[in-house]
């Protein structure tokens, strides 16, 4: 059995526990997560700040009136599925970077946004629309964004360690369709087209903690997370309900599970080859990650004893589907 888990990819709807997960495995000590847990230190990643600057792209232009391009709307889906594969593409371009130790330092970090995610959606298939701007459109969109990019950059480099040897790497991403949807879902929706979509870097070294509730408590937990005055929060973020019905309605994990062809494990497709990635699901359909929203001297006793149980028992599940893969 591998000592650690390499590259955990931690999937699930919006609002159904990740971020919590996140912040409760930082608050336990080294010795607690190899032990209980099979983690090494992490390190982070998560599409949902590209998200954000996606709508803040949006919103600057249409302030223009000048098309969108990613989102018609701050209440609205993306307005080109296939950027759910550029989103990819972003991750897999900063896990080279972890890899490489490679720190970006471009004069410009909105210039270099914009430059990357015309390069990861031509990648994924969809068009570049940011480098076509009209001179005077682009120049005004820069400097709106500059000092958001640069925190972008700033929180991406710092989180950029020396070296990766015993670390877990995690990758945090939320994928779905719409509701009353039946799997399989059609690319570019779901977790079947997202997985293929990963480097084989990623792939070859990666293990699924899938945290599993349901839709309608996805919705509920979505509502009661929402910080209006934080949309740039990762534990207090909202997702409108016009996404959350038409983007994560549904998803396709236990369908993915259940057609896998091997017991505790995800079959993935891509590139003309077949990954089978462990994956265990941590059942938090009744809720047990919502208390580490708050200050931790305010944690209970009972609460991080069930989360603690509960995630114990799922990377269980996972270091064994791993060992049956390294085996």
Not at 156 to 167: Q, S, T, V
Not at 178 to 207: E, Q, V
Not at 218 to 238: M, Q, V
Not at 278 to 305: E, I, L, Q, S
Request: with cysteine.
């Amino acid at each position: 059995m591998s000592e650690i888990i390499d590259v955990l990819l931690l999937l699930a709807l919006p609002a159904s526990g990740k971020s919590e997960v996140r912040r409760y495995l930082a608050s336990l000590s080294p010795e607690q997560c190899r032990g209980d847990f099979h983690l090494g230190p992490t390190v982070q990643l998560d599409d949902y700040p590209y998200v954000h600057m996606m709508r803040r792209v949006s919103q600057e232009l249409r302030k223009q009136g000048a098309d969108g391009v990613f989102f018609d709307s701050d209440e609205l889906p993306m307005k080109e599925p296939l950027d759910w594969g550029t989103l990819v593409e972003l991750l897999n371009e900063d896990f080279d970077d972890l890899e490489r130790r490679h720190r970006p330092a471009p004069a410009s970090a909105a210039e270099w946004l914009l430059d990357r995610f015309d390069r990861a959606r031509q990648k994924a298939g969809a068009p570049s629309a940011l480098g076509a701007l009209p001179a005077t459109s682009r120049r005004a969109l820069l400097g709106a964004l500059e000092r958001e990019a640069a925190d972008l950059l700033r929180d991406k480099n710092a989180g950029i360690p020396e070296r990766l040897d015993g670390r877990t790497v995690v990758i945090e991403a939320a994928r779905g369709g719409p509701d009353g949807a039946k799997p399989p879902l059609p690319a570019p929706l779901g977790y079947a087209y997202t997985l293929s979509r990963f480097s084989d870097a990623i792939l070859a070294r990666a293990s699924i903690l899938y945290v599993w509730v349901t839709p309608e408590e996805s919705r509920r937990k979505n509502h009661e997370r929402t910080d209006p005055n934080d949309p740039g929060s990762i534990l207090h973020h909202g997702v409108p309900m016009a996404v959350m019905l038409g983007d994560y309605g549904c998803d396709d994990m236990e369908w993915l599970i259940q057609h896998s062809g091997r017991p505790d494990t995800v079959r993935v497709e891509t590139r003309g080859g077949i990954h089978h990635l462990p994956v265990a699901r941590f059942d938090n359909r009744v809720d047990k990650t919502t208390f580490v929203r708050a200050d931790r001297a305010a944690w209970k006793p009972g609460d991080v004893a069930a989360l603690h149980s509960g995630l114990g028992e799922a990377f269980t599940r996972l270091a064994r589907a791993e060992t049956a893969r390294v085996g």
